[in-house]
């Protein structure tokens, strides 16, 4: 038995993820309004083309090209259109109109994420945004609320399902990077397109929404490091083997304590086998998050999926639904510490450079002067010699380790050692991290 009054509930797209949440809502309506208190009427679903085949089976006269009525009438307003307008402007109706929001769009958050947040803060409505970030792991909800408590220092993420196929297929077959991306369109992980996937800008846009959460800090997407895997070839990834380790495409959001602010950057990394993002196999999604209280936690899951996508926007719905019957304000975001977003050049990380070298006495010392000139301390160096047929190749392969090194110095080491007469190649500069 349920008293609050039905509340009105707007979907604004019915693709992937909406046709999945409508066809949950009508399937689970009994369900849900016990868990709320109040039934959750769906009033209309806005799409571009109501006759266009859908892959849920939804009541045709619930399908509307008239958002803006739909969005008008409504108590809560579910945005799953994607793209950045006309969402923003129709999430920034619905709020005005004091109607709290859930929307899984990334890509809108991470651009104009301070202009919703501000108003939804000025109008005392609600920006639900769960499934923005690593589809059915609950992430956001821990960060705002679970963590509120704590000092989070470092969250290292896979948070695109693409680019961890596509590497985990390179780490399992010894594919190369094209093979493997082929093989991601054909099953249907990647898009005919695969920019946005593999040039890191999704990644770069969930890494932009979980900084500023758990640094209370606003992220402007265009201070994130971005670096793709397009680069990533199947050499680097047999020697990320043979030394214990696999490349994983990583977003890290970390408090740099010495310089003061904090560095967002998303980029392929080595990372050991044993670390639990190193685990992560498939299409998965893993976010490791590092506090100073509560120590190393692991969210685990499917980052993608119309139906998986569907429970995090579900379980926002739920909770904007039960503000509407509870009352209460609600969480608000906030951005108190307005930390710096420090670039790319002040961050320290360890690197592994593997390059070819004139096999002949002194030219070991000349490149560990190029490093130790730079301030960049070596930490490992591993020398190889091919033969082949019995003939004794004239170059030499290193593999040189660095102790953490500013990417500052690292770039003067690499550019110095590409002129260097005794380097013939550098084949390979990558990141360790997770140590
Ligand atoms: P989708 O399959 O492309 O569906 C988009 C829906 O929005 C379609 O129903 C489309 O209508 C409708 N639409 C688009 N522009 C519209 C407009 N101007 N007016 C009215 N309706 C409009 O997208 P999706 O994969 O469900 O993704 C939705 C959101 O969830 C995106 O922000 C995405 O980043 C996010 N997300 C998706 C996943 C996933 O696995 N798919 C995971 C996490 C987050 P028509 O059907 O008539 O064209």
């Known amino acids: 038995m349920t008293e609050y009054r039905p509340l009105k509930i707007?979907?604004?797209?019915?693709?992937?993820?909406?046709?999945?949440?409508?066809?949950?809502?009508?399937?689970?309506?009994?369900?849900?309004?016990?868990?709320?208190?109040?039934?959750?009427?769906?009033?209309g679903i806005a799409v571009r083309d109501v006759n266009s085949p859908r892959n849920a089976?939804?009541?045709k006269e619930l399908l509307t090209t008239d958002a803006q009525s739909l969005i008008l009438s409504a108590d809560i307003v579910v945005e799953l259109m994607g793209g950045l307008e006309p969402a923003r402007n129709y999430i920034l109706q619905a709020l005005n109109s004091g109607s709290d929001v859930v929307t899984a769009n990334k890509a809108l958050l991470a651009t104009h994420g301070p202009e919703l947040f501000d108003t939804a803060e000025q109008v005392g409505a609600q920006l639900y945004f769960e499934a923005a970030v690593a589809g059915a792991i609950p992430i956001i909800r821990p960060l705002r609320e679970s963590l509120a408590g704590d000092k989070v220092t470092r969250i290292m993420g896979i948070v695109n399902g693409t680019t961890n196929y596509i590497l985990d297929q390179m780490d399992s077959t010894g594919a190369t990077f094209d093979q493997a991306l082929a093989e991601a369109q054909s099953l249907g992980?990647?898009?005919?397109?695969?920019?946005?996937?593999?040039?890191?800008y999704d990644a770069a846009q969930k890494a932009a929404i979980l900084a500023s959460l758990a640094f209370h800090t606003e992220v402007p997407l265009e201070k994130v490091?971005?670096?793709g895997i397009t680069k990533v070839t199947a050499e680097q990834i047999q020697a990320a083997q043979r030394d214990?380790?696999?490349?994983?495409?990583?977003?890290?959001?970390?408090?740099?304590?010495?310089?003061?602010?904090?560095?967002?950057r998303v980029h392929p990394a080595l990372i050991d086998r044993t670390h639990p993002l190193g685990a992560v196999?498939?299409?998965?999604?893993?976010?490791?998050?590092?506090?100073?209280?509560?120590?190393?936690?692991?969210?685990?899951?499917?980052?993608?999926?119309?139906?998986?996508t569907a429970s995090a926007v579900l379980g926002d719905l739920v909770s904007a639904a039960k503000r509407h019957v509870a009352g209460g304000p609600g969480l608000a975001d906030s951005v108190h510490a307005n930390l710096e977003v420090l670039p790319i050049d002040v961050v320290n990380t360890r690197f592994q450079v593997t390059l070819e070298a004139k096999?002949?006495?002194?030219?070991?010392?000349?490149?560990?002067?190029?490093?130790?000139?730079?301030?960049?301390?070596?930490?490992?160096?591993e020398q190889s010699v091919r033969v082949d047929?019995?003939?004794?190749?004239?170059?030499?392969?290193?593999?040189i380790g660095t102790h953490a090194a500013s990417n500052k110095a690292l770039q003067d080491v690499v550019q110095t050692l590409s002129e260097s007469d005794v380097v013939d190649s550098i084949t390979s500069v990558i990141r360790v991290e997770g140590i």
């Open 189 to 200: 992980y990647a898009e005919a397109d695969p920019t946005a996937d593999v040039e890191a």
């Open 281 to 308: 196999r498939g299409a998965f999604n893993a976010v490791f998050v590092e506090a100073e209280a509560a120590g190393s936690l692991m969210f685990y899951g499917a980052g993608a999926g119309g139906v998986q």
């Open 359 to 381: 096999d002949e006495p002194g030219v070991l010392a000349t490149i560990a002067n190029v490093f130790s000139s730079r301030s960049v301390s070596i930490e490992t160096v």
């Open 389 to 399: 047929k019995g003939v004794r190749s004239k170059t030499a392969t290193l593999e």
């Open 244 to 264: 214990g380790y696999v490349i994983k495409l990583l977003a890290i959001c970390e408090r740099l304590a010495d310089a003061d602010g904090i560095s967002v």
């Open 225 to 227: 490091y971005r670096e």
């Open 10 to 43: 707007a979907l604004l797209g019915a693709g992937s993820v909406g046709s999945q949440v409508a066809r949950l809502m009508i399937e689970n309506k009994a369900e849900l309004a016990a868990r709320v208190g109040a039934e959750l009427e769906l009033i």
């Open 57 to 59: 089976d939804i009541p």
